[in-house]
T-cell receptor
Framework: GAGVSQTPSNKVTEKGKYVELRCDPI?????LYWYRQSLGQGPEFLIY????????DSGLPNDRFFAVRPEGSVSTLKIQRTERGDSAVYLC????????????FGPGTRLTVL | AQTVTQSQPEMSVQEAETVTLSCTYD???????LFWYKQPPSRQMILVIR??????QNATENRFSVNFQKAAKSFSLKISDSQLGDAAMYFC????????????FGAGTILRVKS
């Protein structure tokens, strides 16, 4: 079946602008995760959804970052007042449930803030 | 907090040869999961192999195997009969079995395969 998909593949924006990044998980997966991968580093956890609710948002760096999953499927990561330091690849993953199921990753969105 | 360390920024291997990628981790938990993910230039993270900490037997998936040393908190990946398609960034990752769902990743090792 189809894997995790993310749109757009690349996003270029200007400092101070608002952006939305979309994630479509594998059909039937109830758990969804967002990670951020800066250049030359491993991914870092941002937020985890179980169904529609954010079960763990401890990785969000500040209140400019927000994510939603209103119907328990597609999720949107929203970044307000973007800064150059937000430039990174944003990865989404989904799993059938939570623990102990394997997380399957999408191809990511590369965000560049000029 | 758990940490994962990959001390080899880059490794090279000749096609058909064997290479071992190192990973150490720090945790106070006794039950957890360990993973190796592969990330090619396409950016898509692909699960290579997974190990449950309560299992003493090392996991194996075709040409990929691990050496899991729980007491030493070491989790190395061995790739046998290396192929050109194995060239990628490899990440070691930790996940608690009881507290949270997030993966904690190391910084990665670039693997180059020479023909």
């Amino acid at each position: 079946g189809a894997g995790v998909s993310q749109t757009p593949s690349n996003k270029v924006t200007e400092k101070g602008k608002y952006v939305e990044l979309r994630c479509d998980p594998i059909s039937g997966h109830t758990a969804l995760y967002w990670y951020r991968q800066s250049l030359g580093q491993g991914p870092e956890f941002l937020i985890y959804f179980q169904g529609t609710g954010a079960a763990d948002d401890s990785g969000l760096p500040n209140d400019r970052f927000f994510a939603v999953r209103p119907e328990g499927s597609v999720s949107t990561l929203k970044i307000q007042r973007t800064e150059r330091g937000d430039s990174a690849v944003y990865l989404c993953a989904s799993s059938l449930r939570g623990l102990p199921d394997t997380q399957y990753f999408g191809p990511g969105t590369r965000l560049t803030v000029l | 907090a758990q940490t994962v360390t990959q001390s080899q920024p880059e490794m090279s291997v000749q096609e058909a040869e064997t290479v071992t990628l190192s990973c150490t981790y720090d945790t106070s938990e006794s039950d957890y999961y360990l993973f190796w993910y592969k990330q090619p230039p396409s950016r898509q993270m692909i699960l290579v192999i997974r190990q449950e900490a309560y299992k003493q037997q090392n996991a194996t998936e075709n040409r990929f195997s691990v050496n899991f040393q729980k007491a030493a908190k070491s989790f190395s990946l061995k790739i046998s009969d290396s192929q050109l398609g194995d060239a990628a960034m490899y990440f070691c990752a930790y996940r608690s079995a009881s507290n949270g769902n997030k993966l904690v990743f190391g910084a990665g090792t670039i693997l180059r395969v020479k023909s």
